[in-house]
């Protein structure tokens, strides 16, 4: 993976068809998406299950692009190694998971992947000063974490033109995630994000049988965020 500012679409797979994944990655990818974006719940940190680290396995083979994977579990430290081997490219803790985000993102690095550290609302962007030398990528919750299909909150976006300047030159990238549709993209990416994760914003009306919605989808977020970068 290089590193650039270029607008990234990252599907999340959790508005996908749960029974099949293959065929649905296959078609965001076919359909022009950048990074294939996998949501891991556990039902503790945030209120709601979805997979882990063999479904991730499982996937793996099916993903051309990059597998960005969001780590929405507590604790962390434990599973890193798991998801490490079932072949993730980027993997993501969350700040508020626990006490030693410091350790966690060494950890991640340890195994050769590359470090995410995503911050809730409700979490000031200070927080991860001290550690932004350790990640290459920033993800800005703007829903709560836990469901698809909430809506964006605006508030989110002064921190992410505040997570732009504190990073500077460094080659972090700043994903967003949460309520991404062609409304709300342009808002990100002209405060300094590159990294759109959207779920229902590009499931949404299509299928395996109908994936030229998903590229519609795609193009339309893909349009407005560049025009506003
Ligand atoms: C929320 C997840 C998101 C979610 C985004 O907890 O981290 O990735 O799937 O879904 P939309 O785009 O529908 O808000
Ligand atoms: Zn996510």
């Not at 063999?54 to 083979?61: G, S």
């Not at 030693?100 to 195994?111: F, G, N, S, Y």
């Not at 962007?125 to 920033?138: G, K, N, Q, R, Y």
């Not at 993800?139 to 989110?156: A, E, Y």
């Amino acid at each position: 993976m290089t590193f650039d500012r270029k607008i990234k679409i990252a599907p999340s797979i959790l508005s996908a068809d749960f029974a099949n994944f293959g065929q649905e990655i296959q078609a965001i990818e076919d359909q022009g998406c950048d990074w294939v974006h996998v949501d891991v719940m556990d039902g503790h940190f945030v209120p709601n299950l979805t997979f882990g680290p063999a479904t991730c396995k499982a996937i793996r083979p099916h993903i051309k692009t990059v597998m960005d994977v969001h780590l929405m579990i507590a604790p962390v430290d434990p599973y890193i190694e798991a998801f490490a081997e079932a072949g993730a490219d980027i993997i993501t803790a969350h700040i508020e998971a626990g006490p030693h985000i410091h350790r966690t993102l060494q950890a991640i690095r340890a195994t050769g992947k590359q470090a995410g550290l995503a911050i809730n609302p409700g979490t000031p962007a200070e927080a991860l000063i001290p550690v932004l030398d350790l990640v290459d990528l920033v993800c800005v919750m703007t829903v709560n974490p836990g469901f698809g299909g909430q809506k964006f909150i605006h508030s989110q976006i002064d921190k992410v033109r505040s997570l732009r300047s504190m990073i500077g030159d460094r080659p972090v990238h700043i994903e967003i995630d949460g309520g991404i549709t062609p409304e709300t993209a342009p808002l990100v990416t002209a405060a300094g994000a590159d990294v759109l994760v959207a779920g229902s914003g590009v499931f949404s009306g299509g299928s395996v049988a109908k994936p030229e919605v998903y590229g519609k989808n795609i193009a339309a977020i893909r349009a407005a965020a560049e025009a506003a970068q």
